[in-house]
């Protein structure tokens, strides 16, 4: 039986006891009440320490609940600390990428302009060797063409005597 339920009997025992005539007072069985009032002394102990456990148990789920939070927390720290860790990576990355890029197109632009240079170079050589060929040829050329009417005149001249001559 609860303490509860001990001084509920108790409480039920004087209520339903007989009433004294012109008075708040009652009769009641006195060994019958005193041992149920011992009853309820012995329910004590239990009662409390049933309170006292509860007592302990809801002390140790608040703190459990305290660490847990409290590493909650500190996980939560350390995740933040971690992604801010990450997008400064990220940036330096960001800006580290676009710097060797524009290294790189600058060193692409300076690469083509050498080379277009160059190319021009042996072209603007290449042309000054391809004219003085041309000008060989041609004066080659011109001399077989003076060679060939030097010919053809003298033929001319073998076959025909020239008049008064």
Same mark, same amino acid.
């Given at each position: 039986m609860e303490l509860k339920e001990k001084i509920d009997e108790i409480v039920a025992q004087i209520e339903s006891a007989r009433a004294m005539p012109? +008075? $708040?007072s009652c009769i009641?069985?006195?060994s019958q009440l005193l041992a149920m009032l011992d009853d309820a002394r012995e329910l004590i102990? $239990?009662?409390m320490q049933r309170?006292? +456990?509860l007592l302990h148990e809801? @002390?140790?789920v608040v703190e459990k609940g305290r660490r847990e939070a409290a590493d909650v927390i500190a996980a939560a720290l350390v995740e933040q600390q971690r992604l801010v860790a990450e997008t400064e990576v990220h940036? $330096? $990355?960001v800006v580290e990428a676009d710097r060797v890029r524009s290294e790189a197109e600058l060193e692409a632009k300076q690469i083509r302009q050498e080379v @277009? @240079?160059?190319v021009d170079t042996k072209l603007a050589n290449f042309e000054i060797v391809l004219n003085k060929t041309l000008a060989a040829v041609l004066r080659g050329r011109k001399k077989l063409q003076g060679r060939h009417e030097m010919e053809q005149l003298s033929e001319f001249q073998d076959e025909e005597p020239l008049p008064g001559g």
């Open positions: 012109m +008075s $708040a009641v069985n006195r102990p $239990a009662e309170a006292e +456990s809801r @002390d140790e940036q $330096a $990355a @277009d @240079d160059y």
